[in-house]
DNA sequence: CGAAACCTTGACTTAGGTCAACAAAAGTGG
DNA sequence: CCACTTTTGTTGACCTAAGTCAAGGTTTCG
């Protein structure tokens, strides 16, 4: 019952939970260049799509989705980032997406014109988006050729470190290998994000409940009792 | 019934079919940097997935794709380049994607380490995988939001210069406004890359025929009637 | 405690997938 | 240049995974 991060739900930072980051922040942090550091609420927005681009960030801390709006209403979010990512570079004068955070954050903010003049950064640079641009071809697979228990798995999967998605290793070891998640998303977020709607994914997480591949504690604290049969489910083994 | 391009068919440039490249190639190519530049047959695999990754490569004329299979076979259509492009970056010691052309093609080829070492390089790098980003944003919008019709309305707007996707200008004015396009592509590519199977693009295509919005002239040869009308269907407007 | 936001479940519908037959191109080799 | 095979595309009949609509149940929070 009790979660390794004790601590109040919802605040308190659960390290065995988060990935481990993919850029190192520590050593590519903006601050080196001019950045400032910046706090934001959970469902804050950074910027909306179409707005101008000013500012490239690094997210520090916590968690911030990049999502785009079809005129009838229809939102994809297109990506989920962890610490170490960067956005708000559109290659043009506007936001492709709107960036709204999932969690508290902190995020290092420069300008972009600083990043013009700066060879070291342009180098960082091409290192983030190279993993970013791979992660969204693995979505692309998600979303064009996967079921809706596939995309969910695969979802889950993502939020173990190093198992799912890239770098899977595969079974740890024998051991029970069960892991504990937060998601810090709600059912319409994830919904979005996995080119779903709500009742499926609702329905997805209650079937692997009930198959006893999962144990949901809170909607959004779920724990994987066998993170190896969930693997077998992502469409990926 | 006579095309623009007067020549063999499937073979001589067709400059009005092909849309604006998105970085500067000329400016930009690999030569200045050591690069060489080779040659491909039509459906030459430039590399496969899971490959270790050696070089850096500059889409010069032609067309190229990249795509990911799942291992019970399912293909999903990541990227369709085109010249200026630049492909190769996994971000990791191996290839994330599978390249295959679509075309003959002219390709700038450069290895990885003197990516490392050049700062020109980086800074063009940045500018292209920024480009290609907002384009893999926008394919995920595609993929997980957008219906059948939409999809197929949507690719064939992007081979549109100027028009559909990202810097859509919007009717460029009255006139008749039509346009030839060339695929490149057969079914089962568009489907793999539009997230859907092979029987849907065929029916929606005849739908759209039937529905006049397009002339069917060869299987890979169409004629947009009306640009503003298809460009109504994308899910955009 | 009560309102609002969020989640779950059931009944029903439908867009797009599957399977199968056939048609039309595009190579191939004599 | 013409049979012949292979590949590619189209269409119809049917099926199903996931969407829609609607009713209730839980959490969260003022």
Redesign the interface.
């Known amino acids: 019952m009790a979660y390794f991060d004790a601590g109040t739900p919802g605040q308190g930072a659960a390290p065995r939970m988060t990935g481990a980051p993919i850029c190192t922040p520590s050593k590519t942090s903006f601050s080196e260049f001019g950045g400032k550091a910046v706090q934001y609420d959970t469902h804050a927005v950074i910027y909306y799509e179409g707005d101008p681009a000013k500012r490239l960030y690094e997210l520090v801390k916590g968690s911030v989705m990049?999502y785009?709006l079809?005129?009838?209403g229809?939102?994809?979010v297109?990506?989920v980032l962890r610490p170490g990512d960067i956005f708000g570079?559109?290659?043009?004068d506007e936001n492709?997406?709107t960036a709204e955070t999932l969690t508290n954050a902190e995020i290092q903010e420069i300008d972009l014109k600083q990043v013009e003049r700066s060879?070291a950064l342009?180098?960082t640079?091409?290192?983030c988006?190279?993993?970013?641009?791979?992660v969204?071809?693995?979505?692309?697979?998600l979303?064009?050729?996967?079921s809706a228990v596939e995309r969910v798995a695969s979802f889950l999967m993502h939020l173990v470190p190093d198992r799912g998605g890239?770098?899977c290793i595969g079974p740890i070891d024998d051991s029970d290998d069960g892991f504990d998640l937060r998601l810090h998303m709600t059912r319409q977020e994830i919904a979005?994000y996995?080119?779903l709607t709500i009742e499926t994914v609702s329905r997805v997480v209650s079937d692997l409940k009930r198959r006893g591949v999962i144990r949901v504690d809170r909607a959004d604290q779920i724990h994987l009792n066998k993170v190896c049969s969930l693997c077998q489910m992502t469409?990926?083994?």
Chains 1, 2 share one sequence.
């Open positions: 990049l785009k079809l005129p009838d229809r939102r994809q297109v990506e570079l559109a290659g043009s492709d997406c060879d342009q180098r640079l091409t290192r988006l190279t993993n970013q641009m791979r969204l071809h693995e979505h692309a697979v979303l064009g050729r996967k890239v770098g979005d996995l080119g469409g990926m083994h």
